[in-house]
């Protein structure tokens, strides 16, 4: 029976919450910060926020919450906000207080926050200013009065109230609260957060992370990539002490809210909170803050490697690039690869339900070949083959998962947990294989694939070679229904800026079409080959963690051909 398996699993405390781990402890693993370096920098002010003041804020702003509203033991508290500089301060508050965190997309409409309030059973939202509204006509639908909204900064008219004044009336009273220290053991199923799934299957559904599992990655990830290893050169150590990473990856994701948030503060980095991505304010962000670590998602990396503002930024300093929640193609990384020539360029794997990394590109390698890296330190993999049985090196199947990061459940949904969550194994829906060196390759989603004529096609990879083109600025791979094969690959293509206005003639449309289709069919098998054509599409629908939103993309090929099909 084969089973591929990490490093094995380091010391991981399991009587703590994460703001005891992450503000009151110490681990082994864990570099010292000197005096100076600060926690976090505010992207558009410059404010800088040190561990004193972040440690302050934290506590006043628990002691408001248990004065003013009670909040303790399980009580759920729901985010609903961009990345902010208080995230993490509102984060740790209800953790002192024992409760849970929800965390909650901000561009959400009424209902999907509604739907998130009543699935989680939230009692009190913070809202970003820029979500008031919405937060508060959902507050109104979910029977959630109105003196439980609070707004994260001072809103001109507004009756809510403020995180600063809860701040500043917390620290001004005696310590109402008692923070509980967890019996040995308690940390593991102790609920931290309830973060909701992408709903690729049907509504978002609630993953219930513990305490220990966020600590667990964030050791998994501090001994994976060799933090404070006094054995490597300077030049090649991985998320050194006060170098500056990014955070424009939202926090209410679980990339964002585990790895770029906990983890590289607890690498002793600074971070930059960047509220809303536009992509040449964050080249500007780059420079002027010397940022060194990249965490991004593909998409992001597409504008490094064609937008053509790039060549106007040195950004000769940046030390590393870290991609996650799709896949990076090889041909994506080595076009970055040219645009950032010091880098390392690496990529990981990992879900909400495994609460975040399973796998990443081990040291020394600086570039990744395509693979989504190795497995980490205490988790194992299984490769299950459609017959039902185990695949081994080269292998295709379904990627089953354990370790000690994994979620809980999810929450409140029985018949959805017993199908992903059994016996302690995550079944992810992705099909992978590993290779003789232990590195995973991910092929596709498995109910993305595409059926040629019985052939799997993984959209994933027509879209990483077509991004190769150079006419080709973004793109995303859709099945059409086809009488004879069952389904054929069809591709929307984002013309570059190369070909933006030759595109605009019908025509000169049809000749870069038909370049584009060619690329493909000179190097692709030919059940891979775009048989459904090539559309060009002004922007690719994406989620906020970047995955591709293709069931749009299908309903508009759907509703096309539709309307082809009357004239």
């Not at 992370?209 to 501090?222: D, E």
Request: proline residues 7%; hydrophobic residues 40%; aromatic residues 8%.
């Amino acid at each position: 029976m084969t089973i591929f398996r990490g490093p094995p699993t380091p010391y991981i405390p399991d009587d703590l919450t994460i703001p005891q781990f992450i503000l009151d402890s110490h681990h082994p693993t864990r570099p010292v910060r000197p005096h100076g370096i600060p926690w976090l920098i505010d992207d558009v002010s410059g404010t800088k926020v040190g561990f004193d003041e972040l440690r302050a804020r934290s506590n006043g702003l628990a002691n408001a919450l248990k004065i003013q509203y009670g909040i303790g033991e399980n009580d759920v508290v729901c985010v609903f906000s961009s990345n902010h500089i208080d995230y993490p301060v509102l984060v740790w508050a209800a953790h002192r207080l024992g409760a849970t965190v929800s965390t909650a997309n901000p561009s959400y409409t009424t209902d999907e926050l509604v739907y998130q309030l009543q699935i989680s059973g939230s009692g009190i939202i913070f809202a970003h200013p820029g979500s008031l509204e919405i937060a508060a006509e959902a507050a109104t639908k979910a029977g959630i009065s109105h003196d439980r909204v609070i707004v994260l900064d001072s809103v001109a008219g507004s009756p809510y109230k403020t995180v600063p004044e809860m701040i500043n009336f917390g620290l001004r009273r005696p310590v109402s609260y008692v923070e509980r220290r967890l019996e040995a053991g308690e940390a593991k199923t102790k609920l931290a957060f309830l973060c909701f799934s992408s709903g690729t299957t049907g509504k978002p559904k609630a993953v219930a992370i513990s305490h220990f599992a966020v600590i667990a990655n964030v050791v998994q990830l501090a001994v994976h990539h060799k933090i404070d290893d006094p054995t490597i050169p300077p030049e090649e150590a991985r998320f050194a002490v006060g170098e500056v990473c990014t955070a424009v990856l939202p926090f209410f994701h679980i990339y964002g809210l585990i790895v770029n948030l906990h983890f590289a503060l607890f690498c002793a980095m600074s971070i930059v909170v960047i509220p809303k991505f536009n992509f040449t304010d964050f080249l500007a962000s780059i420079v002027r803050y010397r940022i060194t670590d990249l965490m991004i998602v593909p998409p992001m990396l597409v504008l490094i490697s064609k937008h053509p503002a790039v060549k106007n930024y040195d950004l000769s300093h940046v030390k590393a690039t870290w991609s996650g929640a799709a896949p990076l193609s090889i041909e994506l990384t080595l076009q970055v690869s040219k645009v950032l020539p010091n880098a390392i360029i690496g990529q990981g794997y990992g879900m909400t339900e495994t609460a975040t990394a399973v796998t990443l590109m081990p040291p020394p390698q600086r570039l990744g070949n395509g693979s989504v890296g190795t497995l980490m330190p205490g988790c194992a993999a299984k490769v299950i083959k459609q017959d039902g049985t185990l695949g081994g090196v080269g292998e295709l199947g379904e990627l089953v998962i354990t370790g000690p990061n994994m979620a809980l459940r999810y929450h409140n949904n029985e018949q959805a947990t017993k199908e992903t969550f059994v016996d302690g194994w995550v079944h992810t829906g992705d099909e992978v294989y590993f290779d003789v060196k232990g590195e995973m390759f991910v092929v596709d989603r498995l109910k993305e694939l595409i059926k040629v004529r019985g052939f799997q096609v993984p959209p994933a990879e027509l879209e990483g070679h077509l991004l190769g083109h150079p006419y080709v600025a973004d793109v995303a791979v859709i099945p059409l229904p086809d009488d004879y094969s069952g389904e054929i690959p069809m591709a929307y293509v984002v013309p570059s800026t190369d070909v933006a206005a030759r595109v605009r003639d019908p025509k000169e449309a049809e000749k870069v079409k038909a370049e584009i289709i060619k690329y493909v069919a000179d190097n692709k098998v030919k059940y891979k080959w775009l048989a459904g054509g090539v559309e060009f599409i002004d922007v690719i629908p994406k989620n906020p963690s970047g995955k591709l939103l293709r069931r749009i993309l299908r309903d508009k090929a759907r509703a096309d051909r539709a309307v082809k099909a009357k004239l």
